[in-house]
């Protein structure tokens, strides 16, 4: 068992366990379902991990050493920041900035190894700038915007803005991407799709990485042979999909890599018709017992959960009861015989049933991804196998 942490705060009876075993399982599963996906005549792509938003609260770090050590050869970052922190924990694959860099970051990206996206003139005049002072080429993909409306070069002028590109000296071009917008929605995703290849399919791609499949992405049949995939959410063990709609393919089997858990600091008898927490939005309808963990909104944990999900403590399920506050929360224990110190999971496994961030995000009407990154404003990170 690894008890590491980075930047950890660990004088709290409460933590993110992360399991790195899970991880690599996940990553395993995926290239297997993706071997068996790929038509016969197609290579294995290239694999990107997106660990942007530190590893999407997993930590990016040690979720990148663990990767890395299986095969994934690059990975997807949301700021020169984010890439930096790779580079000075000895991450040395290729680090793609997958947002919008300011032109003022892009020295660090360059002299660190991080490559940039790009899709306007201001960008290849600062790559010139850079190139003309220090005579470093900073590396780049292009990113077309073929239908998402956030950034990149429009797919109408996408041809004439790479063909400048690659004649640019000053600019080392390695690729050319696409992000899709609804890849579960057939008519949205086969207009994107048109749009890029019509767009790839008039430049020279010879020496570029061409990628567009995110984790959902990965299983739906493209029309277009890409280099690279992207993989996201998936990775941690979570599903791509969105709520209510019917799936469009069959996911690899995943094991989830984020649980969430803390220790009982207080245990105490209220009394039938006594309320809880602030506002009374819990009233005991009988004399119960109740329990208390110190984690609470500021640690990530919706306010709007209040009265509505279920944990785990010693193997059997019990019932969040009262307004979540800042830094605490109560459960009904039932007839548990706990103790103080005793462990209650809010999200993961215990020794009968998981407990999936998918259910929170549910009643929250958000997405997993939301809900995962928050979960790390003060809580330590655990890493276990």
């Known amino acids: 068992m690894l008890n590491r942490t980075l930047n950890a705060n660990k004088l709290r009876d409460a933590w993110v366990e992360i399991n790195l075993g899970n991880l690599e399982y996940n990553i395993n599963s995926i290239k297997e379902k993706i071997k068996k996906h790929l038509p016969e005549d197609m290579e294995m792509p290239k694999l990107l991990a997106t660990i942007k938003a530190d590893g999407y609260g997993h930590g990016s770090v040690m979720c990148a050493t663990t990767l890395a050590a299986c095969g994934v050869e690059a990975f997807g970052v949301a700021s020169v920041d984010e890439g930096l922190e790779l580079r000075q924990n000895k991450i040395t694959s290729p680090i793609l900035v997958l947002g919008a860099v300011p032109i003022w970051a892009f020295e660090s990206a360059a002299k660190n190894d991080i490559t940039v996206s790009i899709f306007n ?91 567009c499949q995110n984790s ?14 992207r993989l996201g959410i998936i990775l941690y063990g979570l599903t791509p999909l969105t709520y209510g709609k019917t799936p469009c393919v069959e996911l690899p089997k995943l094991k989830p890599v984020m649980g969430l858990k803390g220790r009982i600091t207080n245990i105490h008898t209220v009394k039938k018709g006594e309320g809880i927490s602030y506002g009374y939005t819990y009233v005991a309808k009988k004399d119960i017992k109740v329990a208390t963990i110190p984690i609470g909104y500021a640690d990530g944990v919706s306010r709007n959960l209040s009265n509505r999900i279920f944990a785990s403590l010693n193997g059997k399920m019990i019932k969040q009861v009262g307004r979540i506050t800042m830094d605490q929360m109560m459960f009904d224990i039932g007839d548990n015989k706990a103790e103080v110190g005793d462990i209650i999971t809010l999200l993961g496994h215990d020794e009968n049933d998981y407990y999936s961030v998918d259910e929170w995000a549910k009643i929250l009407n958000t997405i997993n991804y939301e809900l995962t990154c928050r979960l790390k404003v003060r809580l330590p990170r655990i890493y276990v196998r």
Do not use: W
């Open 121 to 211: 003139e201001e960008h290849l005049e600062a790559a010139k700038i850079l190139y003309d002072r220090t005579k470093i080429k900073i590396k780049a993909h292009i990113k077309i915007d073929t239908g998402m409306n956030r950034i990149g070069i429009c797919h109408n002028r996408a041809k004439e803005f790479i063909k400048k590109v690659q004649n640019a000296d000053y600019i080392d071009l390695n690729g050319i991407f696409t992000h899709f917008a609804d890849v579960e929605n057939p008519n949205v995703l086969n207009l994107q799709r048109n749009n890029f290849k019509n767009v790839i399919n008039s430049i020279d791609r010879k020496g570029l990485i061409i990628h």
């Open 216 to 229: 959902l992405g990965a299983f739906v049949d493209p029309e277009i042979k890409c280099d690279m995939i």
